[in-house]
């Protein structure tokens, strides 16, 4: 029953293993093996060449976000205390009542 267990490799009793499988055969498994990793590992550097240009184009365009975000914040404290400005101009040009009289 062992025997039936044993098809490619054979252990001879000097303790050196011998194949029994043809060395054609062999070479043709081992190139197919390699043309299969070189292909996976192709698609896999492609994949993480997608991703990190994928990685880039998000993180340039987060930062012009930022940035737009950055210079709106700053012109809308500049349109605030332009505002305020202004108003404290017309408080003292009308005087504290004028906001008041109008029409009832």
């Known amino acids: ?15 050196k293993t011998t194949y029994t499988t043809p060395a054609r055969v062999q070479a043709w498994f081992l190139g197919r ?6 292909r996976k590992y192709q698609k896999l550097k492609v994949e993480a060449k997608r ?3 994928r ?3 998000v993180s340039k365009s987060r930062e012009q ?8 914040r700053q012109r809308v404290r500049e ?4 505002n305020t400005a202004l108003q404290e101009q017309a408080l003292k040009k009308d005087g504290p009542d004028a906001g008041r009289s109008g029409r009832r």
């Open 51 to 53: 991703l990190q240009n």
């Open 1 to 15: 029953m062992d025997e039936e267990l044993h098809m490619d490799v054979s252990e001879p009793q000097d303790g």
């Open 55 to 57: 990685v880039n184009d």
């Open 79 to 82: 349109l605030e205390a332009q």
């Open 65 to 72: 976000w930022r940035d737009e975000a950055r210079q709106l």
């Open 33 to 38: 093996s390699r043309a299969r990793w070189k």
